[in-house]
């Protein structure tokens, strides 16, 4: 069975500077898929950003970053340039497929965010 | 659009009474999940059905049941509800594979008195 662990409960920051977060999962798959979703304040679970676990290359999608570290099984997120509106909760999740097809996501407990001017 | 629409957007229900929560999605996506969400914990994954074929999550397997008519369109039903459904239900939809990403829609507040 897979696990996503986020042992940081919450983060505080200042406005325009970078913000990360630590995210390790476990899994028995050779191969695997690993995604970070926030939840806004009306509850509303966004996708951010996708890791495949085959690909050397950290994904980056505007100003959210991942820091890829496969031998650790962990999967960073990095927010630079941070926004008031980057405030939230942010999730960490996993794929797995079991049977040969696609099962859901596996969710650490989140991290929140809070960015302040 | 990446739209799955939920309703109703917050739900009472009294402790025993059946609950029906709906969802739809327009992207011809294949698999639609449900997911539990409560303060302070990750979302838990109740069930999925991926085409016409319903997968329910061991743990929760007596307590929900679902229904798909169509592709689009997915239930979540709750015989009689208890205090400790009380929860956000937040539900999703993907294309199969799984490098695919899930878009969840803004969820249904569910509080049972």
């Known amino acids: 069975a897979q696990k996503v662990t986020q042992t940081q409960t919450s983060i505080s920051v200042m406005e325009k500077t970078t913000v990360t977060m630590d ?4 899994t028995q798959d050779s191969s695997y898929f690993l995604f970070w979703y926030k939840q806004t ?13 085959y690909k050397k290359e950290n994904a980056t999608v505007g100003h959210y970053s991942l820091n890829f570290q496969k031998p650790k ?9 941070t926004q008031i509106e980057d ?15 696609a099962q859901g996501l596996t969710f650490g407990l989140g991290t929140r965010v809070s960015v302040f001017p | 659009d990446t739209t799955v629409k939920q309703n109703p957007r917050y739900k009472l229900a009294r402790v025993g009474k059946p609950v029906n ?39 929760t ?37 799984s490098q695919n990403t899930l878009y969840f829609g803004a969820g249904t507040r569910l509080s049972v008195l």
């Not at chain 1, 099984?73 to 340039?81: N, P, Q």
């Not at chain 2, 039903?77 to 239900?89: H, N, V």
Request: with cysteine; hydrophobic share 35%; net charge neutral.
């Open chain 2, 21 to 59: 929560l709906i969802c739809s999605q327009t992207m011809n996506h294949d698999t639609m999940y449900w997911y539990q969400k409560k303060p302070n914990q990750a979302p838990k994954l109740l069930l999925f059905y991926y085409d016409k074929i319903l997968n329910r999550e061991a743990d």
């Open chain 1, 23 to 26: 995210c390790v999962y476990e």
């Open chain 2, 61 to 97: 397997f007596e307590k929900f049941q679902s229904s798909r008519p169509n592709n689009s369109f997915c239930s979540l039903y709750i015989g009689s509800a208890g205090l400790e459904y009380s929860a956000m239900y937040l539900c999703a939809s993907s294309r199969a594979g």
């Open chain 1, 87 to 101: 405030s939230a909760v942010y999730f960490c999740a996993m794929r797995e497929v079991r049977n040969n097809y």
């Open chain 1, 73 to 81: 099984s962990s999967i960073g997120l990095i927010i630079t340039a």
């Open chain 1, 41 to 53: 304040a009306s509850g509303e679970i966004v996708f951010l950003i996708r890791q495949d676990s």
